[in-house]
């Protein structure tokens, strides 16, 4: 099994940056895809980015070129970085994380509990 807490969630202008951190603890050796998605009000949740233990990184058309994924494996810690924030950026962002596709883990899927962003003036 694999815990996962996020932190850095909160208010922030347009505009404006947030780094979201999303540590892992448990069977972190077999982590494999660690990633965001978040949750708007009367949305479904979305994938926003996923980085790879190799560090292949892969994001929504929405967010390229603003967040930036990245992920220390030594730490079993990964941060999302959003700049240039907007007020469609609002929503509750989950930490997934998905271990390797191999016995004993076959490939599961964890989520962290979310933390809430919140983009207004």
């Known amino acids: 099994q694999v815990q996962l807490v996020e932190s850095g969630g909160g208010l922030v202008q347009p505009g404006g940056s947030m780094r979201l951190s999303c540590a892992a603890s448990?069977?972190?050796?077999?982590?494999?895809?660690m990633g965001w998605y978040r949750q708007a009000p009367g949305k479904e949740r979305e994938l926003v980015a996923t980085?790879?233990?190799?560090?292949?990184?892969n994001y929504a058309d929405s967010v390229k070129a603003r967040f930036t994924i990245s992920r220390d494996n030594r730490k079993n810690t990964a941060w999302l970085q959003m700049n240039s924030l907007k007020p469609e950026d609002t929503a509750v962002y989950y930490c997934?994380?998905?271990?390797?596709?191999?016995?004993?883990?076959?490939?599961?899927?964890?989520w962290g509990k979310g933390t809430l962003v919140t983009v207004s003036s």
């Open positions: 997934n994380a998905v271990l390797d596709n191999v016995a004993p883990y076959f490939g599961a899927n964890y």
């Open positions: 980085t790879t233990r190799g560090g292949t990184a």
């Open positions: 448990g069977s972190t050796w077999a982590l494999n895809v």
